[in-house]
């Protein structure tokens, strides 16, 4: 029976998941690019938690805003170094797209050669890591117990929706970065600088993706695959929100932690079915999505391969 357990881990994963999918929405609206290099911004962000942690650095605020800085560097750093260039020699979206799973393979194996190499300085096993941080201490409510690192996940998923929205909606960049999302060469027509913009975007959303794997290294274990991991639920979170609408990702992120928890939860008590098919959960709710309602720009159209437009 789907109990209380399941409704708690869905609030509190549907909150990272909606982390670390604000910002994959924002960058494809934005670029027209489905990033790849967002795999490595959660790890990213997870092994900044662990190694401030070995410097004594445990306060999660501070963690939290070096791991915003680091993961926007490295975001504009790829616009800069990688990105651009390839734009500017009038390269698609489909190269851009197999240039971020370039970055995403040298990052990952990157991250491997200094985790192994920290690991065997401070002799300790960084592959596979209890993120242990200063959080927010755990209250009772009327004798319901909430965990403090659930309120530290709610506090700073609070920040990060409330970031993005003051930025997107009361500031000129954001206004700017809106402008660039629904016409790009009517933005630079009128005046707007596109690669200030864009960089400005990519900070956003490498530096809000790397507090999404801090989050998730407070919530389980981290490692070098935790952005592997955790990517099929990320980008069908995405796809709910049509890779364009940034409220509707916000609710895909708890559809799909709902699917995964409850939904997984009452199969698995009615039919027997293993918890080990949690991903099939994920997959088929994406797959269905992108069946119903495609993205608007990615996979658009899929089901008119199927059914004929009516003549008139």
């Known amino acids: 029976m789907v109990g209380v357990t399941e409704v708690y881990n869905t609030l509190w994963i ?7 999918g604000l910002p994959l929405t924002l960058s494809y609206r934005t670029t027209g690019i489905i990033n790849f290099v967002h795999i490595n911004f959660i790890t990213i962000g997870a092994y900044v938690g662990v190694l401030l942690s070995l410097l004594g650095v445990k306060n999660i605020f501070m963690v939290a805003l070096v791991a ?9 750093f790829d616009n800069i ?13 489909v190269i851009l797209m197999v240039a971020s799973l370039g970055l995403w393979i040298f990052y ?3 991250l491997y050669a200094i985790v192994d190499l920290i690991g065997k300085a401070v002799k300790e096993n960084l592959v596979s890591v209890i993120l242990e941080l200063d959080i927010l201490p755990t209250i009772n409510l009327g004798g319901i117990v909430v965990d403090g690192k659930f309120l530290t996940t709610l ?17 000129s960049i954001g206004k700017a970065i809106r402008a660039v999302s629904d016409n790009s060469q009517l933005a ?12 400005f975007m990519w900070a956003m959303t490498g530096g809000a993706a790397a507090i999404g794997g801090l989050l998730w290294g407070i919530f389980a274990i981290v490692t070098p695959e935790v952005g592997d991991w955790l990517i099929l639920e990320i980008f069908a979170v995405a796809v709910i929100g049509g890779l364009s609408s940034l409220l509707n990702t916000a609710i895909g ?11 997984m939860a009452a199969l698995h008590e009615t039919f027997g079915l293993p918890l080990s098919f949690r991903p099939f959960i ?6 269905i999505v992108i069946l119903v309602k495609p993205p608007l720009g990615a996979g658009g159209g899929l089901p008119y391969r199927f059914f004929k437009p009516r003549k008139r």
């Open 81 to 93: 170094a990688v990105f651009k260039p390839l734009s500017r020699r009038g390269a698609n979206v």
């Open 155 to 171: 506090t700073l998923a609070v920040i990060v929706v409330l970031f993005y929205y003051l930025v997107l909606t009361k500031t």
């Open 282 to 287: 994920t997959f088929l709710v994406l797959v």
């Open 253 to 263: 992120a708890f559809i799909i932690a709902g699917a995964e928890n409850i939904v």
């Open 108 to 110: 990952k194996y990157f």
């Open 68 to 76: 915003f800085i680091v993961g926007a560097a490295i975001a504009v």
């Open 14 to 20: 549907g909150l990272i998941f909606m982390v670390l």
């Open 188 to 199: 630079e027509i009128s005046g707007i600088p596109r690669d200030h913009v864009v960089n």
